[in-house]
Nanobody
Framework: VRLVESGGGLVQAGKSLRLSCAASGYSLSPNTMGWYRQAPGNRRELVATITSSGGTNYGDSVNGRFTISRDNAKDTVYLQMNSLTPEDTAVYYC????????WGQGTQVTVSS
């Protein structure tokens, strides 16, 4: 299974970014896809997940600002991040669950004040 992330970068506080992650290499679509993030010195934490039927779950720190969506035909998950703050600075990892869990290589998001 391969997860390819894109869309990270440097952005000013208050602005928006959109992350994308495309899954490939498995005969079925992932049951759940999503995003986690890890800032230096911190544990990896939940950002958001979405099931194949569209059920979503958000981390408390992003609820109301971030929106996760999914294109099942493309096995691609998106994360729309609005009203970014410096506290959102982290490496964002794409996640997919089939029978096992799979992770992308991570994409850096840096929010300047």
């Amino acid at each position: 299974v391969r997860l390819v992330e894109s869309g990270g970068g440097l952005v000013q506080a208050g602005k928006s970014l959109r992350l994308s992650c495309a899954a490939s290499g498995y005969s079925l679509s992932p049951n759940t896809m999503g995003w986690y993030r890890q800032a230096p010195g911190n544990r990896r934490e939940l950002v958001a997940t979405i099931t194949s039927s569209g059920g979503t779950n958000y981390g408390d720190s992003v609820n109301g600002r971030f929106t996760i969506s999914r294109d099942n035909a493309k096995d691609t998950v998106y994360l729309q991040m609005n009203s970014l703050t410096p506290e959102d600075t982290a490496v964002y990892y794409c996640y997919a669950h089939y029978v096992s869990d799979y992770w992308g290589q991570g994409t850096q998001v840096t929010v300047s004040s």
